[in-house]
């Protein structure tokens, strides 16, 4: 007879079983699983190193190209620039090591550096726009004129212009000596810039950046540089926006100046001059604006070639 102990017994050994089922199904899933994710480890990490063996090789060969840039560098631009006057403007981000070779290439050019301009972050700052505005009216130089756009970095590119470029049809100032120290006092004092002793006007400017700007205000403080560089060019005879690895994205300087065809037609742009070549081409980008031809040179994927003559 089939009593109520018997089905109990029959219930619990089947439920006993399932579990032996799962615990030993489980077991030998969990194990194929374990093995496939080491197995999955391992893929990974060999891909990791071969990926830093290639990043390795590629900083190798960056470094040599660097150490040939530095090396062939003044030969390059060996007299490209004799008889000519250069005035530097930094902006508070740019690196002064740029900076300094920049100066050394233009000295193997056979150029003459007149003087340089920072400007501080408060030239950019969009909070202190109005004030930079009023100022660089009460500091126009006589007898000149500023451009009638109503921002900041126009207006003050067409103040730096006559106080920093002479004239490109005649060679001569454009402001007198008297002038162009009370202006650059008057910048100073209000704290829109720094300026070495004795800044002289020449014919030709690099406008040296750092990289992409960060921050809320980043793509305004970009607009203000970009206008300043392109207003500054249209003063002399020549000027080159010069930008760190990033300056020529949405918001550098030069991303902003690319950006803009009327002032891609005047301004030459090179977004790398971090590094010896670009550089070079600073210089070489310099000599081409006497020919009364820019161009948009570097790495980034808005440069139309990496230097002058070598557009596709």
């Not at 496939?36 to 900083?59: H, I, M, T």
């Not at 090396?71 to 250069?86: E, F, H, I, Q, W």
């Not at 950046?209 to 249209?234: C, E, K, M």
Request: hydrophobic share 40%; glycine share 10%.
């Amino acid at each position: 007879m089939i009593t109520l102990r018997y089905h109990i017994v029959s219930i619990t050994a089947v439920f006993l079983a399932l579990a032996v089922g799962v615990v030993l199904g489980s077991t030998a899933i969990s194990g194929r699983l374990l093995s496939g994710l080491s197995d999955e480890k391992n893929s990974l990490a060999q891909q990791v190193n071969e990926l830093q063996n290639d990043r390795n090789a590629l900083n190798a060969k960056l470094t040599e190209a660097d150490e040939f840039a530095s090396s062939v560098g003044p030969l390059a631009v060996k007299d490209r620039l004799t008889g000519r006057t250069v005035v530097i403007v930094t902006t508070a981000d740019a690196r002064p090591a740029d900076r300094d070779a920049l100066t050394g290439l233009l000295k193997s050019a056979s150029a003459t550096v007149t003087g340089e301009v920072q400007l501080t972050d408060a030239f950019t700052d969009p909070s202190r726009g109005d004030q930079l505005r009023d100022l660089v009216a009460r500091l126009q130089p006589a007898g000149s004129q500023l451009p009638t756009a109503g921002d900041p970095g126009t207006r003050a590119g067409g103040l730096f212009g006559a106080l920093l470029l002479l004239n490109p049809s005649s060679n001569q100032p454009q402001a007198t000596p008297e002038e162009t120290a009370s202006a650059l006092a008057g910048l100073t004092n209000s704290g829109f810039v720094k300026a070495t002793s004795g800044v002289k006007p020449a014919q030709l400017a690099i406008v040296l950046t750092g990289g992409a700007a960060i921050g809320d205000s980043a793509a305004d403080r970009a607009s203000t540089v970009a206008r300043f560089a392109t207003q500054l060019d249209r003063a002399g005879a020549g000027v080159v926006l010069a930008g760190a690895n990033g300056s020529a994205n949405g918001t550098g300087a030069i991303g902003v100046v690319r950006a803009d065809t009327a002032a891609t037609s005047i301004l030459s742009t090179v977004d790398n001059s971090d590094t010896p070549a670009g550089q070079v081409v600073v210089v070489m980008a310099l000599s081409e604006q006497l020919e009364g031809r820019s161009g948009r040179y570097g790495v980034a994927g808005n440069a139309e070639a990496s230097s002058p003559g070598t557009a596709s």
